[in-house]
């Protein structure tokens, strides 16, 4: 789902930043006050690495390509959309710096579908399922794994879109320029993995996830109020996905749409004039989580590293998301 530099034209691009940065913007006066809690650092960088570590879970889908859960849900259920918008996009920022998964030029349109869509969707679907019910009802468990599963089912469609519309736009004398595939392919590659496979990961992981964080640290899902909150199941979490962070080197293949130009060309024959420009714009620090020329042992050694060294840099980008929101909010109080 992390679309690359080289696959979407300029209007597309565009207009994923256009509505990205409002909404991040918006997202950081909301959780303002929240944020200047004592433990706002821990929390958010917590809520980040959950959707990070989750997302380096690849697994096997339909067609030979992979894909992931995102885990945006989750953390929309427990601290709340806005906090989620913000987690999900310092986790897809990671990703694009420093191991190059996902563009540069396309982070507005990745965070668009990830961080903004997949939990303003879950969290409104959890909410309409769960109403008022008990913290341990099962409607809240049936409310945040539905939530979850028709979130990146959606997210995925608006993907299938996005890369779909670009044969459209931009073909120059029957070639395409950027994604040369058209909406009747994109459309159900995206969606029906992620319904049949994606989508079911992504609900036992918010399932299993709040059920047992609802059971250890409830306290957890008032953090939007300001409640003060125990975090050692919160840690907990992060650990046991660290451990399983190898398991995503399982499966083996390409997640679609984010094939380089030598595979590209062995797909349709040509490497589209956007990708051939534009796919190579940043290598990043780590490529591909280490693995580029990694094998054996050392493959998973330099995954979980690449999951270790995500979490410290998410967790100083909390501290410097909350510092700002602080020093904001002691601005405001002074005028």
């Given at each position: 789902?992390?679309?690359?530099?080289?696959?979407?034209?300029?209007?597309?691009?565009?207009?994923?930043?256009?509505?990205?940065?409002?909404?991040?913007?918006?997202?950081?006066?909301?959780?303002?006050?929240?944020?200047?809690?004592?433990?706002?650092?821990?929390?958010l960088?917590?809520?980040?690495?959950?959707?990070?570590?989750?997302?380096?879970?690849?697994?096997?889908?339909?067609?030979?390509?992979?894909?992931?859960?995102?885990?945006?849900?989750?953390?929309?259920?427990?601290?709340?959309?806005?906090?989620a918008?913000?987690?999900?996009?310092?986790?897809?920022?990671?990703?694009?710096?420093?191991?190059?998964?996902?563009?540069?030029?396309?982070?507005?349109?990745?965070?668009?579908?990830?961080?903004?869509?997949?939990?303003?969707?879950?969290?409104?679907?959890?909410?309409?399922?769960?109403?008022?019910?008990?913290?341990?009802?099962?409607?809240?468990?049936?409310?945040?794994?539905?939530?979850?599963?028709?979130?990146?089912?959606?997210?995925?469609f608006?993907?299938?879109?996005?890369?779909?519309?670009?044969p459209?736009?931009?073909?120059?004398?029957?070639?395409?320029?950027?994604?040369p595939?058209?909406?009747?392919?994109?459309?159900?590659?995206?969606?029906?993995?992620?319904?049949?496979?994606?989508?079911?990961?992504?609900?036992?992981?918010?399932?299993?996830?709040?059920?047992?964080?609802?059971?250890?640290?409830?306290?957890?899902?008032?953090?939007?109020?300001?409640?003060?909150?125990?975090?050692?199941?919160?840690?907990?979490v992060?650990?046991?996905?660290?451990?399983?962070?190898?398991?995503?080197?399982?499966?083996?293949?390409?997640?679609?749409?984010?094939?380089?130009?030598?595979?590209?060309?062995?797909?349709?024959?040509?490497?589209?004039?956007?990708?051939?420009?534009?796919?190579?714009?940043?290598?990043?620090?780590?490529?591909?989580?280490?693995?580029?020329?990694?094998?054996?042992?050392?493959?998973?050694?330099?995954?979980?590293?690449?999951?270790?060294?995500?979490?410290?840099?998410?967790?100083?980008?909390?501290?410097?998301?909350?510092?700002?929101c602080?020093?904001?909010?002691?601005?405001?109080?002074?005028t």
């Amino acid at each position: 789902m992390h679309i690359p530099d080289g696959y979407l034209g300029p209007e597309t691009l565009a207009a994923g930043w256009a509505v990205s940065v409002p909404v991040w913007y918006v997202a950081g006066r909301k959780v303002k006050k929240i944020l200047t809690k004592p433990k706002a650092v821990p929390v958010l960088g917590a809520s980040a690495a959950f959707s990070f570590l989750v997302m380096m879970l690849n697994v096997p889908v339909l067609g030979g390509t992979t894909a992931h859960a995102v885990g945006a849900t989750l953390i929309a259920v427990i601290a709340g959309p806005w906090i989620a918008v913000l987690a999900v996009t310092a986790a897809l920022a990671v990703q694009a710096l420093l191991f190059a998964d996902g563009g540069l030029l396309s982070f507005g349109v990745n965070c668009f579908n990830m961080a903004i869509v997949m939990p303003f969707a879950g969290y409104a679907i959890y909410q309409l399922i769960a109403g008022n019910s008990d913290l341990r009802s099962a409607r809240r468990l049936v409310g945040a794994g539905l939530g979850s599963y028709f979130a990146i089912v959606l997210a995925s469609f608006f993907v299938g879109v996005e890369l779909g519309i670009q044969p459209l736009l931009h073909t120059v004398n029957g070639i395409a320029q950027y994604n040369p595939y058209h909406l009747s392919t994109t459309i159900p590659a995206m969606t029906l993995s992620h319904m049949a496979i994606a989508g079911p990961v992504e609900a036992a992981f918010t399932v299993g996830v709040f059920a047992f964080l609802a059971r250890t640290s409830p306290e957890l899902f008032s953090v939007e109020l300001g409640v003060s909150a125990p975090l050692r199941s919160l840690y907990g979490v992060i650990a046991a996905l660290v451990i399983a962070t190898p398991l995503g080197l399982l499966a083996t293949g390409t997640a679609y749409g984010e094939w380089g130009g030598d595979e590209m060309l062995n797909r349709v024959g040509y490497v589209p004039h956007g990708l051939a420009r534009l796919g190579d714009l940043w290598a990043g620090v780590l490529p591909d989580y280490g693995q580029s020329n990694a094998t054996g042992a050392w493959a998973v050694v330099m995954y979980v590293v690449s999951a270790v060294v995500g979490i410290a840099l998410l967790a100083g980008i909390a501290w410097l998301i909350v510092r700002l929101c602080r020093r904001s909010g002691r601005a405001d109080s002074l005028t």
